[in-house]
């Protein structure tokens, strides 16, 4: 009788010297054999793979991510394959809670939540992406670039079988020295380009080149195509929620106030409880001198906040929220004083530009406890 899963961990490489061995022992408790498929590494990467004790493969680099992944899955041995990318990490966890996992019959493959470092100024995001599966052949890897096998899972199971799992990839490709030492965004822009003139519509593609673009600080051009990308789907991509967070960023970082204002007000009357967006919204108000809809939005999320158990992230919001809801209760209670005499006057500029900096402060500490 088997008493044990085996898992095979896979990756893809290129002169990744400097993070592979550290990629490689953050899992090497959980993992029965290693794939590393080298596409034309120049330094010491498949030397420290085979002392690593992996099973090396070389294979020429022709643009497709899914490709090379898919090569990967042909050598692997193992009843599970785990990808991870060479600049990604896996934090601790409990090798017994990992093989629970695996033992859930009910479940083809997971979600695994990857936290990418953003750097100092930029903090962090997350994505969620599905790396932890069952070895199954029809199970293969889409599309050219930010590859994706869920798709094909959920297919060969009736949109079903996938779960979350309480496992984080910590992700450093997008820390500055990484992108332009890897050249990694003008080969990703150019493999999406070639992707969109042979499907024009797909929205998944426009996300990508939009982040590509943020990454680069490029931000009306990630704006561009955010927004072609969020008129041609449906609000139901597990991605969905997480553009409008993106498209938010972009109107706050071109200091498009009213336009922040408009778009967030249409994001919450599908997520009319999301905290961030009540957040960004309160002060966008309140850098409008709309102080009545400001200590609304500051209230209700107060009242959002009130509910969660989480302690020191939630607190710190609380906090905050609390000072920018007092600031808009007494600039109401400025201006009715002022009216009463006659004499209302507009925000001084100076009070208006400390505010918009508040602003843009107060979104990267909500982005960065996500």
């Known amino acids: 009788m088997k008493t044990k899963e085996t898992v095979s961990l896979c990756m893809i490489v290129k002169d990744e010297e400097d993070c592979l061995l550290a990629a490689i022992q953050s899992v090497q408790d959980l993992t029965d054999e290693v794939i590393i498929i080298d596409t034309g590494s120049i330094d010491s990467t498949p ?4 002392a690593a004790g992996a099973k090396l493969f070389k294979l020429d680099w022709t643009a497709d991510f899914s490709l090379a992944r898919n090569f990967a899955l042909k050598q692997a ?11 990604e990490v896996l934090e601790p966890i409990v090798p017994e809670i990992f093989n629970k996992l695996l033992n859930n019959v009910h479940i083809e493959g997971y979600f695994l939540r990857i936290k990418n470092i ?27 670039i930010h590859e ?22 910590n992700h450093f490709g997008y820390l500055s020295n990484r992108l332009q030492s890897k050249e990694k965004f003008s080969r990703n822009c150019n493999i999406l380009f070639e992707e969109l003139d042979k499907n024009p519509s797909n929205p998944f593609l426009h996300y990508c080149l939009g982040l590509e673009y943020y990454q680069r600080d490029f931000i009306t051009e990630g704006l561009q195509h955010l927004t072609k990308a969020i008129t041609r789907m449906s609000g139901n991509e597990g991605y969905f929620e997480d553009i409008l967070h993106n498209i938010a ?21 599908m997520y009319p409880d999301q905290s ?19 200590a609304e939005d500051f209230n209700h999320l107060l009242e959002i906040l009130g509910t969660r158990t989480s302690k020191s992230n939630s607190d710190n919001a ?38 918009n900096g508040a602003l843009k402060e107060a979104f990267l500490f909500f982005i960065q406890r996500k």
């Open 118 to 144: 953003l750097g100092p100024t930029l903090g962090e995001s997350y994505d969620e992406v599905v790396r932890l599966f069952r070895n199954r052949p029809i199970y293969q890897f889409e599309g050219a």
């Open 276 to 294: 961030d967006f009540l957040f960004l919204r309160g002060n966008a108000y309140l850098s409008q001198a709309n102080y009545h809809e400001a």
């Open 47 to 50: 030397q420290l793979a085979l």
């Open 77 to 87: 041995s193992s009843d599970w394959i785990l990808f991870l990318d060479a600049d």
């Open 318 to 355: 609380k906090n905050i929220s609390y000072t920018f809801l007092t600031l808009a209760l007494k600039e109401i209670q400025f201006c009715s004083l002022a009216l009463k005499r006659q004499a209302l006057e507009p925000m001084h500029s100076k009070a208006k530009n400390k505010i």
């Open 249 to 269: 960023f972009g109107y706050l970082r071109l200091e498009e106030t009213i336009k922040l204002i408009d778009f967030l007000s249409q994001a919450m009357v």
């Open 148 to 169: 994706q096998i869920a798709p094909s899972i959920l297919r060969a199971n009736n949109g079903s079988s996938l779960a979350s799992a309480l496992l984080t990839l």
